[in-house]
DNA sequence: AACCTGCACAACCGCCATGAT
DNA sequence: TATCATGGCGGTTGTGCAGGT
């Protein structure tokens, strides 16, 4: 048996609110409080919403202070460094702006700073993937593809958000390799396409909560960058230590999804350092 | 002028966490 | 400890508007 619904679905009022719908409900919250329970409010302060509505309403617009639009690029950054740092946590995000909502900045950055920062979903050739509305950040093509074993698998939202935790703070092993990712939103270290790179390629074992990541570079002229090992099954896995770039951020800023491997079915040749994509 | 398309934003839905009983 | 009500959150959808054709 499924939860009781909040409300009378049947009897309240959706969609946008009028002006005297918000009147009412900062009237009655300015004048009684929410009193602890929103549930119960709009039927107190005379009104065909649900509660759960009214909450949302006055969060987002009608308690005092509030902002809307106008993000400065100050904020665009704190935006930027904190979801690298953690991800969708909208709420937590908004909490550093004073008076910016986490709708606000949910809707914000889907609208706006998604498409600044990260490529376009649907890259078919390396000649796609010039997102047209990146600036400074012209991000290079990923293949995505398969894994084939356990070693590879594909990292789970959980475990990223395990990541993001780890990765947030100070590096208790080494406080110079800790996190500051307001670099990767402002300055070139992710624009790989200066050094020619078409092609990138991010893992990490997904099992588990790891202090290290990997990345690769295929440049033009077909060479992997990068240093690791070429699996039999699961193609080219690269790897170092703590003082890479974190998979989360990398993998959040550049995809916003999951984790690829660059691979190619003929290559069965450990290696170390660059070598000819085969 | 009418229609289409994309964008921005407001609001809703459903899940999970938390606190009260 | 278990159950339930409510709050909180993130993902998704709906709607209105602007610009293009």
Redesign the pocket.
Known sequence: MG??P?CD?ANV?????SPEEDATLKTYLETYG?G?????LPQKAGLR?????C???WL??LRPNIK??GFTEEEDNIICTLYTQMG?????IASHMPGRT???V???W???LKKRFLPPKQCLTANDCKNPNASSLTLPYVPKVETHDDQFQTQTPATLQMLSDVNSGLNAYNPSSSLNPTPLCNSKLMDLSQFGATSVSLSQDGSSVSDSCSIATVDKCGLLHGNGFINEDAGISMDFGFGGLPYDIVNQMWFGEKASEVVHPTCSTSFEGDFIFC
């Open positions: 939860r009781a909040c679905k009022k959706k969609g946008q609110w929410t602890g329970n929103w549930i119960h919403r649900c509660g759960k509505s909450r949302l309403r987002n617009y809307h639009g969708s946590r909208w709420s937590i986490d709708n606000d949910k809707n914000y889907n609208t706006k």
